[in-house]
């Protein structure tokens, strides 16, 4: 029994130390079929590049066409990514995004199971022809390179497709005329810089629809200009150098300025100075917070300006309708002023004679309804401005003048028809300011 127990012991580790065996033995035969299959599959694209690059086919400097008379046609989109800046005071545009170009070159052309079935390969920039897109417009002249160091995509079928991050900095018109709230059109154009048409046919990619013509998957919103649309096109253009017409791509990118924070720093102070400006006709006219609040609201207005001067670029296209409405503003408050200054000379200054006639009848017709003067408190006015002249004349008593003296002598019906004149004054003043406004606000943005 034991020679036997033995034996059965002996047979069971046998048993595995040969199972143990086959899994090791398994494990490395995985292995090596793994190690040989990568080097096959890197002696296969080894093989295709040398087929492709080291057999003197492929002459990178050159147009890849049979035929000098073959046109290149290259599949043009711009993805835009971000609007980087819209630099006012150099008209400059700068954004960021992706090209897609994609042009058929023949002599990268192979079928897949000679190479284990590799349909695509990546190239650098520098091993085969690209074609010289630039942006025509650019901000910077000396700026011809748009696209760095980027790898190429070839596929089996000859078709490259190349898509490189870029950064374009382009002239753009800037017209302040509705500033704060101002939309501008800014175009990239794209074009061969050296082939005209007929070697080099720029088309937008298929990729586009009719509204939004750049892909904008990858876009990122600007926190001061919002994109209201982008749309591109084709066409062609001739330079009076040259008698061959070069196709080019443009996009035009239509932008608003996002203005919430210019409504709470420049509208609403102006509406608040034209309100004040309007408010001094309605105060009593003998009234000296007049001087004080027609001061504060010409202060506002002058702050307002040097502010503006200091946001919009001074040599601009026109002249922004928000600096003329404050100039004119600002003309007008001072103005407002001088009348208030004569205001309340006349009603508070002691006057012998009796206000014209004339005057006494057209305020006591319909324009005394329409100017509200049938409402005037004449009360007021008679026994504090006599009290008032008692006081000085009190606190001047010693050097007083006998012609002072006489102040007191004047009827205060005369006095009161002076009053009723300055009233009448402000009234008109705050009918002629408020349609002088609304026409200075209306020419202001309509012109």
């Not at 910077?140 to 596929?155: K, V």
């Not at 705050?430 to 943005?445: C, E």
Request: aromatic share 10%; hydrophobic share 40%.
């Amino acid at each position: 029994m034991t020679d036997c127990g033995h034996l059965e012991t002996r047979v069971k580790k046998r048993e595995r130390v040969g199972h143990l065996t086959n899994t090791t033995t398994s494990l490395i035969l995985f292995v090596f079929v793994l190690s040989l299959n990568a080097q096959c599959q890197g002696n296969d694209m080894t093989r295709l590049r040398k087929h492709l690059f080291d057999d003197q086919r492929v002459d990178r400097h050159n147009r890849p066409v049979q035929n000098h008379t073959d046109t290149v046609v290259v599949e043009l989109l711009f993805d835009l990514a971000h609007i980087h800046s819209l630099d006012e005071w150099t008209g400059t545009l700068t954004v960021n995004g992706f090209m897609r170009l994609i042009w058929e070159d023949q002599s990268f052309r192979w079928e897949p199971k000679e190479y284990g079935d590799v349909d695509h390969i990546i190239v650098p920039q520098s091993t085969i022809w690209q074609p010289d897109v630039t942006l025509y417009n650019s901000a910077q002249a000396q700026e011809m390179d748009h696209y760095g160091n980027s790898m190429l995509y070839l596929t089996n079928d000859g078709m490259v497709h190349w898509f490189p991050p870029v950064t374009f900095r382009a002239t753009c018109p800037i017209d302040h005329k509705l500033f704060p709230f101002d939309e501008h059109s800014c175009s990239i154009v794209l074009g061969s810089w050296t082939y005209d048409t007929a070697a080099v046919d720029l088309r937008l990619s298929e990729d586009h629809n009719d509204t939004q013509v750049g892909l904008l998957e990858h876009f990122s919103e600007n926190p001061q200009w919002e994109l209201l649309r982008i749309e591109g096109n084709t066409r062609e253009i001739n330079h009076e150098c040259c008698t061959d017409n070069y196709r080019v791509v443009e996009y035009r990118l239509n932008l608003r300025r996002r203005s919430p924070f210019y409504k709470f720093l420049l509208v609403v102070p102006s509406v608040l100075t034209t309100c004040l400006t309007l408010a001094l006709f309605w105060l009593p006219p003998n009234a000296g917070e007049k001087i004080t609040i027609g001061g504060i609201a010409l202060v506002i207005q002058v702050s307002l300006l040097f502010f503006l001067g200091w946001c919009i670029p001074p040599g601009g296209m026109s002249v922004p309708a928000i600096v003329l409405f404050c100039g004119n503003s600002l003309v007008m408050t001072g103005l407002s002023l001088i009348i208030s200054v004569v205001v309340i000379n006349l009603s508070r200054s002691r006057n012998y004679t009796p206000a014209p006639a004339s005057l006494k009848m057209i305020l006591g017709g319909r324009i005394r309804k329409i100017l509200c003067l049938e409402l005037h408190p004449y009360q007021i006015s008679n026994s504090k401005l006599l009290d008032d002249n008692h006081v000085e004349l009190g606190d001047r008593s010693n050097g007083i003048i006998a012609d002072h003296q006489n102040h007191f002598d004047a009827k205060p019906s005369i006095h009161v028809d002076w009053i009723l004149l300055a009233t009448a004054i402000d009234r008109m003043g705050f009918v002629i300011y408020f349609v002088a406004f609304a026409v200075i606000l209306i020419s202001s943005f309509t012109r």
